[in-house]
């Protein structure tokens, strides 16, 4: 995944497939989606279960930290949308980082949700779970885990021409 100040890579866990052609979601919150993974038996249109990725821009939140940006997530989650918000401890990503993790859950909607925050210098990126049940969602957590543990900030490589 990259745009012209941030480069990551994910890679997917065993069973899933990484998606990055479709429009499932063109903007999900007016961010544009870099990736999506689901279980290989599905499609991006039938699965269940979705994780997909993408980086907020620090600049257009007034250069919060991450725990802010983690902390304004909550608040809006919990109480503009009514959702039940848990902790989801931490993970530590490929090149050492640590992701904190939150859940979000809408059981009037059927909407699971975990979302992981990783710091990037200029942008935050993050990587969430969909589920439509719990049962899904906990089932999911452990490919979820893996693609956040996987993530690995890459240098960018600036291509001049000649």
């Given amino acids: ?38 279980p290989e038996n599905r499609t991006i249109k039938t699965t269940n279960t979705l994780v997909f990725t993408y980086a907020a821009d620090k600049y257009a939140y007034d250069n919060v930290s991450l725990r802010e940006f983690v902390e304004n997530e909550v608040e809006f989650h919990s109480k503009k949308r009514n959702k039940e918000v848990k902790d989801g401890g931490f993970y530590i990503t490929k090149n050492n980082q640590s ?34 049940t719990p049962e899904i969602f906990y089932k ?20 001049y021409p000649h």
């Fill in 1 to 38: 995944m990259y745009n012209k100040e941030l480069s990551y890579g994910l890679s997917n866990p065993e069973g899933w497939i990484l998606d990055s052609w479709s429009k499932l979601f063109n903007d999900y919150e007016n961010f544009h989606v870099l990736a999506y993974f689901y």
């Fill in 99 to 132: 992701a904190i993790v939150k859940y979000f859950f809408d059981e009037k909607i059927d909407e699971y949700m975990a979302v992981a925050y990783i710091d990037a210098k200029k942008y935050i990126i993050l990587i969430c779970l969909f589920s439509k």
């Fill in 140 to 159: 999911s957590l452990k490919p979820f885990s893996e693609i956040v543990k996987s993530c690995n900030i890459l240098p960018l490589i600036v291509v």
